[in-house]
């Protein structure tokens, strides 16, 4: 037998060759789309009907350099895809949202397939096979000369029954010894994975004054890269942010909820990729002893990086997203250009936790009632504005004169408190 790689992906008019990464409409090359929204685009196709998150995205896409990769920065590619589509095919909508997690693709995709060059073993049915084929030859053969060749035919056929029960033993064997090594490979990722994240939030974040280097080696690599984003960095920078405030996690954190949802070991053994659901309560306390709060974190969702460095797993990096979205906080709206009655005009909002890839705003005013608010959907931020988790800056308003609420939403969170802001 050997793998079917996918080349090309076809649905509706629409065929998208993944190996060039070239996107056609009715077999007519469409121009207007770069190649970053097609692998985009590539990466949603491979899971059509079902969901295709961010973070899965991100991996598949910006694998070699996830620094800075946000699920905005997706968001921004699957706007220019859904331009493209509507352009051609104005009636039909084929990538869905599913706020704060991924996309889903709803049209029929069908797969044009490649097969490889690399022969995989065959199964021990093809033996048998073989034995059925040799034993309808010497038939056929005995039947025209059964006088001459009995003999030889049992002789023979003894040979490839001992042949046939060999090859089985063989292919037995190969199957376990490749298969035992996988599932070890699995436990150890998983003992990793868990045990890194006790030793991070329970013992280091407990007495971040006693951090050194080394005790980072059991579970994470160095980093590969001085621009990349790895948890060794991460964790380091922690560390010192909690000495510099003179702060440290208390005996009463505790891990809530630690679910393996999927562990990935690539092919050739060098590489995985796990997904948890995580709850935290952390409890933080400053140098004096005094407790500053208590706080529970997620339930949320981590995908993480793993490498084969000499025979150990080690983790690389990892990307957390959450399922329940944080109530955005507002503390300033200022006007960039002057508000003209029913004239767009531009004002950048000011607060945090601020999620570019979910928010959206609310407003109330003349023409806006309470009871159904007027929107700037995320879809209107994403393209005008320039968005991060403190900065809503450019944000596009059109109103009419008067006095106007603005209120913030990441996704179904509840609202933020509202902040106002005045059309002459």
């Not at 070239?22 to 692998?39: C, D, M, N, P, T």
Request: glycine fraction near 4%.
């Amino acid at each position: 037998m050997k793998d079917l790689t996918p080349c090309a992906y076809r649905f509706n008019d629409f065929r998208l060759d993944a190996e060039r990464f070239a996107l056609y409409h009715h077999g007519e090359l469409v121009r207007e789309i770069e190649k970053k929204s097609l692998q985009v685009l590539a990466a949603i196709l491979e899971s059509p009907d079902g969901l295709v998150t961010h973070e899965e995205i991100i991996e598949r896409v910006w694998h070699d350099n996830l620094q800075g990769v946000t699920p905005a920065r997706v968001n921004h590619y699957v706007s220019k895809l859904r331009k493209v589509f509507t352009k051609y095919e104005p009636d039909l909508k084929f990538i869905e949202s599913s706020k704060g997690l991924g996309y889903v693709f709803t049209a029929e995709v069908e797969f044009e397939e490649e097969r490889s060059s690399i022969a995989q073993p065959e199964m021990p049915g093809a033996v048998l096979d073989t034995t059925e084929t040799v034993e309808e030859t010497i038939a056929d053969t005995d039947r025209a000369n059964s006088s001459k060749i009995t003999g030889n035919r049992r002789r023979l056929m003894n040979a490839i029954y001992v042949f046939a029960g060999v090859s089985i033993i063989a292919l037995v064997v190969v199957s376990l010894w490749k298969w035992y090594p996988s599932r070890n490979d699995e436990e150890e990722i998983r003992s990793v994975v868990r045990d890194s994240q006790m030793y991070e939030s329970l013992v280091l974040y407990e007495r971040p004054s006693t951090f050194k280097e080394e005790d980072l080696d059991k579970y994470w690599t160095t980093e590969l890269d001085v621009n990349g984003n790895y948890d060794r960095r991460r964790i380091r920078d922690a560390v010192k942010k909690l000495i510099d405030d003179g702060r440290h996690y208390g005996d009463e954190t505790k891990c809530e909820q630690f679910e393996f949802q999927s562990v990935e070991v690539d092919k050739n053994g060098e590489y995985a990729i796990v997904k948890t659901l995580e709850k935290w309560f952390v409890s933080v306390y400053l140098s004096d002893g005094s407790l500053q709060k208590n706080r529970y974190v997620g339930p949320y969702f981590v995908s993480y990086i793993l490498r084969k460095t000499g025979s150990r797993w080690l983790i690389e990096k990892s990307n957390t997203a959450r399922i329940n979205r944080p109530i955005p906080q507002l503390s300033d709206i200022q006007t960039i250009s002057n508000p003209v009655p029913e004239h767009e005009f531009f004002v950048r909002i000011a607060g945090k936790d601020l999620e570019p890839e979910t928010i959206y705003l609310e407003v109330v005013g003349p023409g806006c009632p309470e009871s159904k608010p007027c929107k700037v959907p995320n879809t209107a931020l994403m393209e005008k504005a320039k968005l991060t988790d403190t900065t809503l800056d450019n944000v596009p308003l059109t109103l009419a004169s008067g006095d106007f609420r603005i209120i913030a939403h990441n996704g179904e969170s509840q609202g933020s408190n509202p902040v106002d802001v005045k059309v002459p």
